[in-house]
């Protein structure tokens, strides 16, 4: 069976800490994304890594940063939190090719700041 | 403007109903699509792609309409376990890589 697996299923940050959210995955899969998910506006991307050392900007990377030392771990950095940043934050993996639609998501973490 | 939408529902249907939902892309450019499948708490998952000549799965079929730009999904003899949320997928030409999520339309199914 597949898994993806987050750190964290629940956190709580204060304003201006440092947060880090691991993910990793058993697949042996090359791309690995990190989303938030807000009530209406859906998930969006805030960055993506198709291999190791890697890493693109999605569309709101502002406040995040990203690191893939590794092929099976994706982490996504806080690098000081704010309030805004309460989220869902989910990461997901994929195959490359005709494997890319297919993500497969881990449990995800719901962030607070507080 | 959204580059995906969807109407967020709650749609309410009785259990053997049959449900369909709409999905509109504004990016001509858009190159595939898919639904996937949210339950409360849990996380996405991919239910099914959705081809110019239309796909069927069991009780789910997806069309796609590519001079008005959107996708349908319409579920026959809704069960319980239908109920969720279900959210419209694009892929843009310009980047294989990346899927662009609509916010979803929630599905609820009652006895």
């Known amino acids: 069976d597949v898994k993806v697996t987050q750190s964290s299923r629940y956190l709580v940050k204060r304003t201006g800490e440092k947060v880090f959210l691991e993910c990793v995955q058993d697949?042996?899969?090359?791309?690995m994304f990190w989303y938030r998910q807000d009530p209406g506006l859906g998930l969006r991307l805030i960055y993506f890594?198709?291999?190791?050392?890697?890493?693109e900007k999605g569309d709101i990377p502002e406040g995040y940063s990203v690191s893939r030392e590794k092929k099976e771990r994706f982490s996504l950095i806080l690098e000081s939190a704010s309030t805004n940043q309460t989220s869902m934050y989910l990461c997901?993996?994929?195959?490359?090719?005709?494997?890319?639609?297919?993500?497969?998501f881990g449990p995800g973490t719901r962030l607070t700041v507080t | 403007r959204k580059e995906v939408e969807q109407d967020p529902g709650p749609f309410n249907v009785p259990e053997g109903a049959t449900v369909a939902f709409n999905c509109t892309y504004s990016?001509?450019?858009?190159?595939?699509f898919f639904w996937y499948r949210q339950d409360c708490r849990k996380e996405p998952k991919l239910l099914m792609s959705?081809?110019?000549s239309g796909n069927e799965d069991g009780r789910f079929t997806a069309q796609l309409n590519r001079a008005s730009q959107y996708i349908s999904l319409l579920i026959r003899d809704s069960k319980l376990s239908d109920s969720a949320t279900y959210l419209c997928?694009?892929?843009?030409?310009?980047?294989?890589?990346?899927?662009?999520f609509g916010s979803g339309t929630r599905l609820l199914v009652r006895p």
């Open positions: 990016n001509s450019a858009s190159q595939s």
């Open positions: 959705v081809y110019s």
């Open positions: 697949m042996d899969h090359e791309n």
């Open positions: 997901a993996s994929s195959s490359p090719g005709q494997g890319a639609y297919e993500q497969y």
């Open positions: 997928v694009v892929i843009r030409m310009d980047s294989s890589y990346k899927l662009i």
């Open positions: 890594s198709y291999d190791v050392k890697m890493k």
